[in-house]
Each structure stands twice: as C-alpha cells, then as structure tokens.
C-alpha cells in the first residue's frame, strides 16, 4: 500500500492533523535514536504518522548516536524494529518501508563534543537543501535524563537551538524540542532543568511530554465535562461525595530496575500522570481552547492542594513493595528478587492517598488516589461518586441492592464511561437495583484512536503545546511530591507495606478508605 492510500481510502481512518493540513515540512533529529523508547515507541509511531497520514514529502528523520553505523545500516535497524513493535496488521508494506527508509540518516557522532553538533548542523543544512525540509526542527530528547543538560548546553552553544530563516529565504523556520520524563527527580532538580532549558530555548520551543496528555480518552475527561451541559452543574462539593483515581498496572517493572530503583511509584505514576488526569478532572472550564488558558486552569488547580504536614503523610499516604504472587493465573516474583533491585530497597511500587483541594468548587471532598504495579489488572480510570439523596424514601432492605450515582470515566483498557443509577426492580414490591448506563469507545465511533505519542508528534509538528507540560505546572505538582518523599525519607522501612503481586495492594490501603466509611471501586 503506498503512503496515504489507507488514509484516503478507509474512512475509518482518524484525521490526525487538527485544521486538515499536513504540518510544513521538517526534519525530527532524536537523540537517543538507538535505545529501547525510541526503536519500540518513538520510530514505529513516526512510521505510523508518515504513513497513515497524509504529510508533506519533505519529512526527514535524523538519528544522532554514538554507535558507529551508516544510514543503510541504520534504515535496516529501523525498518527491523518497526516490523517488530507494530502489531501484525498495521505494518507498512514493502513500498511503504522503503519510503520510509529514504528518510532515515543516520549521524555518528559523539553528544558530548562541539563536533558532532558541527556535524549535526552540517547534515541538517544538506537536509534543507536537497529534501526541502526548509530549517525546520524538532529535536527530541530521549535521552537518559542525566545527559539532557550536557546536550541542551551544545544545541545552544552551536546554535541549533535558534530558529533559523528559511532555507529559501522565506521567513522565519521553526525549532522546537521535546523532552521525555523524568522531568528531574524532586522539585530542586526539575527547578535546574527547567533553568538549563530556559537559557536555550524560548517556553514556546519547549515540549515536555506526558503520553497520559495524548490519550483520547484523557482528553475526552475535558469534553465530557465542558461540551455538555448536565455535569458542570453537578460537578462540585455540593453533589460529589468523593473522587477516586485508579492507575493499575498488571505488569511489574520489567527490566528498568535501575531507573524504578530511584524513582518509586509516586516519581513515576503520580508527580506526572496522575497529577495530569486529577487537573483535567478538577480544574475551572478555561477561558478558551488554547495552550496558555488550559494550562493555567491546571496550574491554578494543583496550587489548591495544599502540602502534606507530617501528620497527614502518616495518616493519608500508603506506601506499598509487591512480594511474590499469581498475576494473571501466571506466578510473578516479588519486586526485591527482580534483577538488579537491592534485596533491601525499600522503593515504593504501590502508593495510595487522599487528598484535598481547598477551593470554592472541591472544599471538603476527599480524593483517594491509587496506582501500583503487579495489581490483578491493567486498568486507569476516574470514578466520581455522588452523595446520596437527601432524604431516603425507600426502606432500608428496599435499597439493598443500591450503590450511590458513580461516574466511572475509564482511560483504558476497554474506554469508555459508565453512570450508575439506580432502578426499581420490576415486580410489586418497591425493591431497586443499581444499573449502568455505559458509553463505549469501540463501538460509538468506529474508529481507531490515535495512539498517544501519535497525536503528541503531530501536535509537536503543527505547533501545538496545549497538551504538552509548561514549566510551572511541573514545579508546582513536585513541590507536592517532595512535601510527601521528604516525610518519607525519616520513616522507617516498615511503613512500606509488603503485597502479594495480583493484590490490590497492602491491607493498609484498604484502611485508608474504609475508615472514611467508603470503599475502593475496583473495576
Ligand atoms: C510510564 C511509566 O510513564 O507509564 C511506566 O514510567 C508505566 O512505569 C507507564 O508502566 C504506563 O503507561 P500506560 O500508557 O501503559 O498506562
């Protein structure tokens, strides 16, 4: 199939471009090009959006690497692993992959020398020239996190890092930069980063990605509440009892050791992910569908939970480390036998806790929030439960069966939203039973969603950041963090509870809500 003709020809195919016009041609330069995020996730999705979509012809991708190879070589190492990561009936065809290939370069040099962004520089130029990629830029950081600031200091210092006029004289070309988590460690490190990346780059060249802000269903918590007009009013303490954010993992840490080692469930899942769903979730409708407006609603709405005292980290925190279990009908090991974890490491694989956000719409209401590795499945969503009518007018065995109005949104698997109601029983008798009333993805639309990093490249491309993480934003969710890792620190290892991986976590997580009367909505 060539490219664009399954665009073209299957109308299920989504429109990823958001006003219908391919974004102006350019070259993606990645750092990192060889390693495991960018040949399973960032080549195959280039792949993906090169082909399924229609682009200008003058699309280039440059790998930038240490390890000595040639462009042939590297076209095969990409061509094998897109083959390998795409599922079987989404690879490209032959014709297809050697279009693709035609746009791979390959630049051997090493990140830490002046020359090699010489180099870099020499063969975007070329690029320019011969493929009419017109100075336009996007490097993409997927690099380990501790060499980001040696190679944003050489796109400075070379002076990639400027916007360039047009190779053919006709205004100003575009540069911009994406760069993976983690953004820093704690609040003073992301603090450095931000301030490395400020002395280069403009906040507008700036694309910190969170995938969790690509996904549809993600995006879809705004339109679910801003489109319609029966939430909004419900959608305070005056009508929620309480807010539950689940981001469950079946699976363990695979073999990132070394980097789950220092991070811990709540670097990983919450300071970002997490922290990204609770904003879309709770903020104020913003002034306008833009970058600036929604970021500052996200802003406003996570300097509204106020930092954790040391109390409240004892009494509204739990910390849990999965030990040995069934997962999946499969055995699993315990997180300390895991290759190269430190048989005493008291890292986090599992955290709940309750928070507060003190404004005028959520004054009150509890928000439990739960994410862990080894759970019995993979499953993120967002339930919000209603408070129960005011006044009961069905007897007590009448209602039995009754749970509170819930609104599950579910991220994934299985996306959708379902509302729980209640209903009378048919019969004589005045007996009532919850029901669901559900939406589905799948089958409401026919059509496939973009995979998330799909619609972050694109939106990257077209110049869009409202779904990318602005600077601010990152500082406030980690000085959140760090007010509950520091109280963390001067508690004894004890108080990470071990649970057996298939679990849904340590009994203490149990505790944490029942004690406020109310109970986890496992899915
Ligand atoms: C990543 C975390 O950011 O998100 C991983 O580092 C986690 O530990 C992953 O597994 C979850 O992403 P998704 O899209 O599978 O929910």
């Not at 390693?35 to 991708?61: N, V, Y």
């Not at 862990?372 to 005011?390: A, D, I």
Request: glycine residues 8%.
């Amino acid at each position: 199939m060539t490219q664009n003709a399954r665009a073209v020809g299957n109308l299920k195919q989504h429109t990823i471009w958001q006003n219908g016009h391919a974004p102006e041609p350019c070259t993606v330069v990645i750092f990192g090009a060889t390693g495991d995020l960018a040949q399973r996730k960032l080549l195959p999705t280039l792949a993906h959006l090169w082909h399924d979509h229609p682009m200008k012809e003058s699309f280039c991708i440059v790998a930038f690497a240490r390890r000595p190879m040639n462009d042939a070589q590297w076209q095969a190492t990409v061509l094998g692993s897109i083959n390998k990561y795409m599922p079987e009936d989404d690879r490209l065809d032959s014709e297809a992959q050697r279009g693709f290939a035609e746009r791979l370069f390959y630049c051997q040099a090493d990140i830490s020398s002046d020359d090699g962004y010489h180099k870099l520089s020499a063969l975007l130029d070329t690029l320019d020239h011969e493929r009419g990629t017109r100075g336009n830029r996007i490097f993409y950081l997927s690099t380990p996190p501790e060499l980001d600031p040696m190679i944003i200091a050489h796109l400075g210092s070379s002076g990639l890092a400027q916007p360039k006029q047009h190779s053919d004289g006709q205004g100003q070309a575009w540069t911009r930069l994406i760069i993976e988590k983690p953004f820093g460690h704690d609040l003073a490190s992301a603090q450095k980063l931000n301030s490395d990346l400020g002395k280069v780059f403009g906040e507008e060249q700036i694309y910190r990605i969170d995938h969790y802000m690509g996904k549809e269903t993600v995006q879809n918590i705004l339109a679910l509440r801003f489109a319609n007009s029966i939430l909004e009013p419900l959608w305070n303490q005056k009508y929620i009892d309480h807010v539950q954010i689940l981001v469950g993992e079946s699976i363990g840490i695979e073999s990132r050791s070394e980097y789950y080692e220092t991070s811990g469930a709540i670097r990983d899942m919450v300071q970002n992910h997490i922290m990204q769903v609770l904003c879309l979730t709770c903020m104020e409708a913003p002034v306008a569908f833009d970058a600036d407006a929604i970021r500052d609603e996200k802003v406003k709405l996570l300097r509204a939970i106020p930092l954790f005292t040391p109390e409240q980290v004892a009494q509204r925190t739990v910390r849990g480390q999965y030990t040995a279990g069934v997962v999946d009908g499969q055995p699993a090991e315990g997180y300390l036998e895991e290759q190269g974890v430190n048989p005493e490491s008291t890292t986090e694989t599992f955290v709940a806790l309750k928070l507060f956000i003190e404004n005028w719409r959520w004054a009150d209401v509890p928000f439990y929030i739960r994410t862990g590795k080894r759970l019995p499945k993979r499953s993120t969503e967002v339930t919000v439960q209603f408070k129960r009518v005011p006044h009961q007018l069905y007897k007590l065995e009448e209602t039995q069966g009754l749970t509170p109005n819930r609104l599950t949104i579910r991220i994934q698997p299985d996306e959708g939203i379902t509302l729980k109601f209640g209903a009378k029983i048919p019969g004589a008798a005045q007996h009532l039973a919850s029901v669901d009333m559900s939406f589905s993805y799948n089958t409401a639309f026919g059509i496939q969603s973009p995979d998330a990093y799909e619609r972050l490249l694109a939106d990257c491309m077209m110049g869009d950041s409202t779904l990318f993480i602005r600077r601010d934003e990152i500082e406030t969710s980690w000085r959140l963090i760090d007010g509950i890792t520091s109280i963390w620190q001067q508690m004894g290892p004890d108080t990470v509870k071990p649970y057996a991986s298939g679990t849904w976590g340590p009994d203490a997580a149990q505790e944490l809500i029942e004690q406020d009367g109310r109970n986890w909505d496992n899915p």
